[in-house]
């Protein structure tokens, strides 16, 4: 990573902090799910950007980490930090084992399969012989908590840079597996497969574990999705929360942690902009922004992002007097270097 | 002389004093001089979207009383979202609402979903959640959530009643029951089954459907195999007009007990058939206006000069068309009530002290009652049968 | 003995209403080897397009060949100008068009048709055939034109030089377009004729189901699933799993687990036999070179 992202992120980290600080309540807490989602998102991408497995279900995930922490907070009164701890390890479980049988499915059948858990979500919690723990169909109240020693912060502002801190921490992990011999592998497994097995990759661990991993992000942000509006009921989950997530990850920028970012600003304001923009069918304005985005960015916003970059470092390694002229450029470049 | 300046000034000063026509104006957030703004959250788009033009009938029904003069000189602004029926994003616009709008009060926020999720935030606030769209029981809890009123008269009590009226004409019948699996289908079901008591074994078949499926012939099926010769319909109106259309078409002819929800003939019984509705029987507490027995009646005239005017582009047919008029009408009354007062606290007390309020679209005998330990509005409703053509009320007023 | 016959019949003639999906969703992934998510809004639309001619005036069969032409006409319209710009973008990004466009045609059904339900005429009968109480005319004649249509289909892929320029061009586009087929026109007409087969599914779910913005919704999910389970590649297949489908959500529901999971349970055991048998009941095996 070279010194102008780092400078970028400081920037942006910085920005982050200060955000609470100056805006109202209600825009904090529009942005703690905007955390929250750049969580999930980033879950997701790591199993179908880096390592090509279609998920259409993770909002099951979501559903499961979110109740996770609604139960364990409200009928056995554990602080709201270690629900997070619970409610990743239980959706690492789940996601690896729903990963091992999912290992025989490709494209298709994977989504469908993936389809299939995404929809049967809300049946599964509203199931009444889970009644009590679940709350059926009146689902979960919870509250939010306060901010700890006495900090001069209210439960929205303390909530905002817990999460904050909480994404920081999942975003480094991911970062740090991505750009090793892990990264290497998943990358390898989705764009050729079999070569990737024939080298040596143990194909089935690696596609396991990503499931498992990209379960438990999503897992975590769904506790803290739950903790932030305080309440969860099974019709919360449904699949068009799935296909939100994977909406998200495909604007935002597949196979890129910041991606996930740009992804979650765009699940969480642009329907609202829409909202604005038309009463009478809203959701037809967001297909609009969604085509619009696909057409200008079909490598999403991070991608986009790249290919900028890449342009503008050409420009400015090819000189402004030969903007026009790559082969001009470069000859004049050798005779440079020649010279 | 000088003596009786004194007790003159006292009097005066008494009489200023005790006069509320001089009383300080009140304001919270969301009131002024100019204007009251009036937050609403509805479904326009999502599973329940059939039930925004609640949302938009009441928008239109504020316009005309702002073009009436609005009430007491105040304009009414309203601002109402969309939350999909989603109960994280009824979240996002309550918050939004109250914290960036500073709406006075949030009004008819619909669907048990939403205002569950929101019941708490908005108690916490001391912001009024006032006359919910939904008939779940819970809103009527003034000790514990003493900022949320519902409206509507509730589910279990009208489970209740039909089950009563089972055991006083019927009460030999095996019951078979079809529910909306959600909140609203369970409440109903509640209800229903307090009302049985001790007979619930009654019930020989219970089963239910999800939003989301295509149909519910599987069901019926099941229910007319069971034997039940009584049938306890708990569907929204897509659902219920393919439950009565199933029953006949498969030569079942039970005893048709049909939700209120479902009973508007221009929704349901009309694309189930006419014929195939016959005999069915529902509760009531609002005219039907696309009934012809109130087809002269001031209230639905009234309402249709309304419609034509203010929403044009509004089904007159949908029988929520009529309620959001209504219930409009309600905020309306309580607003007035209000005066200068506008305090959410003041509002609330208002709305906790309508005696015997009459509204014309209601069905006669039937009146709005609140009070400081009685959070629900409407709480009578009445039989209703269909002969094929309308609804015919039948016995008495029931409930409290 | 006589309940679990009657659900097996309802079970038919729900499953019909999968199977016609079902063969909108197989026909463009055969023409495009993409799943359609919008298929079924856009089978939605077209519906309300036919009631709009029925309420203006038309007889049904009139109104029913003019949806069929104008639902043609809108898939091939919209091939040409809304999914032909991502071509060559990565499949994600063209699911995520196929989500806008269902999105957009729900949006737009609701604002301009409110969401309210609607009746649609049925071209069949009112009374049962031989008076049976099992399935209505209309369902038995859904099938039959599902069955009709699926004949039609697969004489098409067979036996005409079209149908075989079709399939070329979405398996191979490189090989194909080196033969002379305009393989862009051949997607464009695999739209079209997938949007006209999902106006004929709509025209004949919509009787069943009543006319609503949300009507297929719930059904997509069991069409995808029985296109999937009867092999995505095979129109038989597709018919074939959409009944299966709806008679086992059926027998499921009322003799095993209840309504309350027979969805889940429907859909994991679909599962099951899709990883025992990938490619589905009827679909080809694909050899992927390395």
């Keep these: 990573m070279n010194k102008r992202t780092l400078i970028f992120i400081a920037v942006a980290l910085l920005a982050a902090c200060a955000l609470p600080l100056v805006v109202s309540n209600y825009r904090v807490f529009q942005f703690t799910l905007v955390l929250v989602y750049a969580i999930a998102l980033l879950g997701l991408n790591l199993l179908t950007g880096y390592n090509g497995q279609i998920s259409l279900g993770h909002g099951a995930f979501y559903a499961i980490g979110a ?16 629900t997070l701890l619970a409610a990743g390890a239980l959706c690492l479980v789940v996601g690896f084992l729903f990963g091992l049988p999912a290992l025989r499915l490709e494209g298709l059948y994977l989504a469908l399969a993936t389809f299939a858990l995404g929809v049967s979500m809300p049946q599964l919690l509203k199931y009444h012989h889970l009644e009590k723990w679940t709350g059926g169909v009146q689902g979960v109240v919870i509250v939010k908590p306060n901010p700890p020693f006495g900090l001069p912060l209210n439960p929205d502002q303390w909530l905002y840079y817990f999460t904050l801190a909480v994404m920081i921490v999942m975003f480094v992990f991911a970062w740090n597996l991505l750009r090793g011999r892990v990264g290497r592998a998943l990358i390898a497994i989705r764009d050729h497969h079999t070569a990737a097995e024939a080298m040596g990759v143990n194909t089935a661990l690696y596609k396991s574990l990503t499931f498992g991993v990209s379960a438990m992000y999503t897992g975590i942000a769904g506790a803290l999705g739950a903790i932030a509006i305080q309440f969860v009921a099974p019709d919360s989950f449904n699949i068009f929360l799935s296909i939100t997530f994977l909406v998200g990850i495909v604007i935002g920028g597949l196979a890129s942690i910041p991606g996930a970012i740009y992804g979650a600003l765009f699940i969480q304001f642009v329907p609202n902009i829409a909202d604005e923009i038309s009463k009478a069918a809203p959701w037809a304005i967001f297909g609009i922004f969604l085509l619009g985005f696909v057409y200008v960015m079909p490598f999403g916003v991070a991608g986009a992002i790249r290919l900028l970059m890449a342009r503008i470092a050409r420009k400015a390694k090819n000189g402004p007097h030969t903007a026009g002229a790559p082969m001009a450029g470069k000859t004049q470049d050798s005779s440079h270097t020649a010279g | 002389m000088k003596r009786t300046f004194a007790p003159v000034t006292l009097i005066v000063a008494a009489a200023l004093a005790a006069s509320p026509v001089l009383a300080q104006k009140k304001y919270d957030p969301g009131a002024s001089d100019k204007e009251i703004k009036i937050g609403n959250i509805n479904p326009y788009s999502g599973p329940a979207s059939a039930y925004g033009t609640i949302g938009k009938s009441i928008g239109a029904y504020f316009k005309k009383i702002n073009d009436d003069g609005g009430v007491n000189g105040r304009k009414i602004n309203y601002i109402s979202y969309d939350d999909g029926y989603s109960p994280p994003k009824a979240v996002e616009m309550a918050r939004k609402l109250v914290e960036q709008d500073e709406v006075l009060l949030i009004f008819q926020p619909l669907g048990t979903p939403s205002n569950s999720a929101i019941q708490k935030y908005m108690n916490a606030k001391k912001v009024p ?23 509507q008269p509730n589910y279990q009590t009208e489970g209740y009643i039909y089950a009563q009226h089972i055991l006083k004409n019927t009460p030999n019948a095996k019951i078979g029951v079809l529910y909306q699996n959600d909140d609203y289908g369970k409440d109903y079901l509640k209800g229903f089954k307090d009302g049985l008591g001790a007979k619930t074994n009654m019930i020989v078949k219970e089963v239910s459907y999800e939003v989301t499926d295509p149909t519910v012939d599987s069901q019926m099926v099941q229910l007319q195999s069971s034997g039940a010769d009584t049938f306890f319909n708990i569907t929204t109106p897509k659902f219920a007009a393919m439950a009565i259309r199933k029953a006949y078409d498969s030569g079942w002819k039970p005893a048709h007990y049909l939700n209120n929800v479902s009973a508007s003939p221009g929704s349901v019984l009309v694309p189930a058939g006419l ?20 087809a002269n009646d001031p209230a639905v005239l009234d309402w249709n000069a309304f419609m034509k005017k203010y929403y044009p582009d509004g089904n007159l047919a949908d029988a929520s068309n009529f309620y959001g008029w209504a219930v409009a009408q309600t905020l309306v009354q309580v607003l007035k009530q209000s ?32 009070s400081a330990t009685d959070f629900a509005p409407f709480e009578s409703v009445q039989l209703i049968r269909f002969d094929g053509k309308q609804w015919v009320r039948f016995g008495e007023v029931m409930g409290k | 003995m006589d309940a679990f016959i009657h ?34 809004e856009l089978a939605m639309f077209c519906t309300y397009l036919a009631w709009s001619l029925i309420n203006a005036g038309f007889a049904y069969w009139p109104a029913f060949l003019i949806t069929v032409g104008l639902a043609f006409v809108l898939g091939v319209v919209i091939e040409r100008v809304v999914v032909r710009p991502v071509e060559n973008s990565p499949v994600l990004a063209v699911v995520v068009v196929f989500i806008a466009l269902l999105v957009i045609f729900n949006s737009i059904a609701g604002w301009i048709y409110s969401y309210t339900i609607k009746t649609f005429p049925s071209p069949f009968p009112a009374e049962p055939f031989f008076g049976n109480k099992y399935m209505s005319s209309h369902e038995i004649g859904a099938i039959g034109v599902t069955l009709v249509v699926l004949l039609l289909l697969y004489a098409f892929f067979r036996f005409t030089p079209l149908g075989l320029a079709m399939r070329a061009a979405a398996q191979n586009p490189a090989s194909a377009r080196l033969v002379g087929i305009r393989v862009g026109w051949m997607l464009a007409l695999g739209w079209g004729l997938a949007a006209a087969i999902g106006a004929v599914a709509g025209m004949m779910v919509a009787p069943i189901v009543f006319l609503d913005p949300n009507m297929m919704g719930g059904i997509l999910l069991y069409a995808f699933a029985a296109a999937l389970v009867g092999g995505v590649d095979s129109p038989g297949g597709a018919v074939f799993g959409g009944f299966l489908v709806g008679v086992l959500e059926n027998v499921l529901g009322a003799f095993v687990i209840g309504n309350e999971l027979k969805l889940a349970v429907a859909l994991v055991l679909i599962i099951g036999v899709l990883v025992v048998k990938p490619t589905g009941f009827f679909g080809k095996v694909h050899v992927t070179r390395v």
């Design chain 1, 67 to 82: 109740y996770c922490a609604a139960i364990l907070m409200d009928k056995f009164g554990v602080p709201y930090w270690a």
């Design chain 2, 129 to 151: 959640q006032l006359f919910v769209a939904t008939g779940a029981t819970k809103w009527n809890d003034p000790k514990n959530f003493p900022w949320t009123m519902g409206w």
């Design chain 2, 275 to 294: 014929d195939k509705s016959v005999g069915l029987i529902s509760t009531q507490y609002l005219k039907d206006p696309t009934d012809k027995a109130w």
């Design chain 2, 339 to 370: 005066g200068d007062n506008l305090t959410r606290e003041n509002v609330m007390k208002q709305a906790a002290s309508l005696k015997d309020f009459v509204l014309s679209a209601a069905l006669p005998g039937i009146k709005i009652n609140t």
């Design chain 3, 7 to 40: 659900q097996v019949l309802a079970g038919l003639a729900t499953g019909g209403i999968y199977a016609s999906v079902a063969l909108a969703l197989v026909m463009i992934y055969q023409a495009t080897h993409h799943v359609n998510f919008a298929q079924g």
